[in-house]
């Protein structure tokens, strides 16, 4: 059974930190790439950053460049977003992505999201 389980979110105050994690089990992680998506309320899902596999490769929106860092650990099956001088603009859930295309076959997994609130 293919799982992530995002954790870490949290009320924030402006300027703060904070860690999110995604464990993912029910399939080979190191073989897929990991996106982090957010949702804001009344907007559509959107990719912050992603990281490949393998190669660790790592991309960024722009509105997040500089202060969120993403990062995998293929020991632990986890992938990590490390998200720094948060401001109003980053609150909204958080989803976790697995994504892999083998073969123009495309498998991609989802987990259930974190909320993340950052307000004063």
């Known amino acids: 059974q293919v799982q992530l389980v995002e954790s870490g979110g949290d009320l924030v105050q402006p300027g703060g930190s904070l860690r999110l994690s995604c464990a993912a089990s029910g399939f080979t992680f190191s073989r897929y790439a990991m996106n982090w998506y957010r949702q804001a309320p009344g907007k559509e899902r959107e990719l912050v950053a992603a990281?490949?596999?393998?190669?660790?490769?790592?991309n960024y929106a722009d509105s997040v460049k500089g202060r969120f860092t993403i990062s995998r650990d293929d020991a632990k099956n986890t992938a990590y977003l490390q998200m720094n001088s948060l401001n109003p603009d980053d609150t909204g859930v958080y989803y976790c992505?697995?994504?892999?295309?083998?073969?123009?076959?495309?498998?991609?997994?989802w987990g259930q999201g974190t909320q993340v609130t950052v307000s004063s």
């Open positions: 992505n697995a994504k892999r295309e083998v073969g123009g076959l495309r498998y991609a997994y």
């Open positions: 990281i490949t596999s393998p190669g660790g490769s790592t």
